[in-house]
């Protein structure tokens, strides 16, 4: 979706490179199903022309009749698809509720370089925060950090967090990062697996895993992790996994994780400190245990447990203790 959303911003810089008013539509938040999550993208001219999309084709062609007829103030806002939407109601055929930001952008050098900076960051290794003003065609661009919501909505403007292909880092192969890697690979992340034992790589293969035979503090070492990335231990072996701490705390990873009970854990940040010489900052950073608390006991179990964690982490969501 990510490569999607960059060829909709591609696209509007070029009609706006030609002197052709833009309108830029973002979903910020879906109620039910829906195909296209919050931060799906869609660029679209007064003729109809567009790219990219954001339900999968159930709302799109009444958004650009609407466009087309100057339904909408050339203002940005806040419109809604579904119950309580657009009169006249356009009901989701999965019986969901769509909210979609729509800006509208004029030709101009603001205007390039607000959507050059969003390139950027969907092309890099960097996180970006875009402010939208409502009601108004201001919007600006500050540094984005992984730890608050991807969008928030206040009554005056908008936040939208921007960034690279999530990357999962799974340090290590074990049954639970096969399953962690299949279900990473569903929700759109580029998942790479480090692991210099020879005889535990043959004859793995999954379509769209990387695999390298290599120390995954190594590849860590020499840059594999940026902002967008989650490491996960899932071995049980020391040799990679507590290497694999030292490293992925000394990088801006979102996530850092190690499988293990709370004696295992326990001992795990015992020796990291003691020998790594991690500080207690640095230690918070590390999930041990990792994942939610599912009561997970199969290896499936277990990879839900940890992806639902990262999910919740990359969401900006705060864990909530009971």
Request: contains cysteine.
């Amino acid at each position: 979706m990510k490569q999607l959303d960059l060829q909709v911003i591609q696209q509007a810089r070029a009609w706006l490179a030609e002197g052709r008013p833009v309108w830029f539509s973002t979903v910020l938040s879906t109620y039910g199903s829906a195909p296209r999550g919050p931060g799906a993208t869609l660029a679209c001219l007064s003729t109809g022309q567009h790219r990219g999309s954001l339900s999968g084709g159930c709302v799109e062609d009444d958004f650009l009749e609407r466009v087309a007829s100057d339904y909408f103030r050339p203002v940005s806002q806040i419109i809604r698809y579904g119950d309580g939407g657009l009169a006249p109601t356009l009901a989701l055929p999965c019986g969901g509720v769509l909210d979609v930001l729509v800006e509208f952008l004029e030709p101009g050098r603001d205007t390039d370089e607000h959507l050059q900076a969003i390139e950027s960051a969907l092309v890099g290794r960097h996180l970006i925060t875009r402010q939208v003003l409502l009601e108004t065609g201001l919007r600006s661009i500050r540094k984005g950090c992984m730890d608050v919501p991807r969008i928030e909505v206040g009554v005056e403007r908008v936040h939208i967090r921007v960034g690279a292909v999530q990357r999962l880092l799974l340090a290590g192969l074990s049954p639970v990062a096969e399953f962690c890697a299949s279900f990473a690979l569903a929700l759109g992340y580029e998942v790479i697996l480090c692991d210099p034992r020879e005889e535990i790589l043959e004859g793995f293969s999954m379509p769209g895993v990387e695999v390298l035979q290599v120390m995954p503090a190594v590849f860590i070492a020499d840059g594999g992790c940026h902002s967008a990335t989650a490491v996960v231990a899932l071995t049980h072996d020391p040799r990679l996994d507590d290497l694999t701490m030292l490293e992925a705390v000394r990088t801006s990873a979102f996530y850092i994780g190690a499988m293990g009970s709370h004696r295992t854990s326990e001992k795990r940040l015992e020796r990291l400190s003691r020998i790594g010489g991690l500080d207690e900052a640095s230690l918070r950073r590390i999930h041990a245990p990792i994942g939610l608390n599912l009561g997970s006991k199969t290896p499936a179990e277990i990879a839900m447990a940890v992806i639902a964690d990262i999910l919740r982490v990359s969401n900006g969501v705060k864990r909530i203790s009971l």
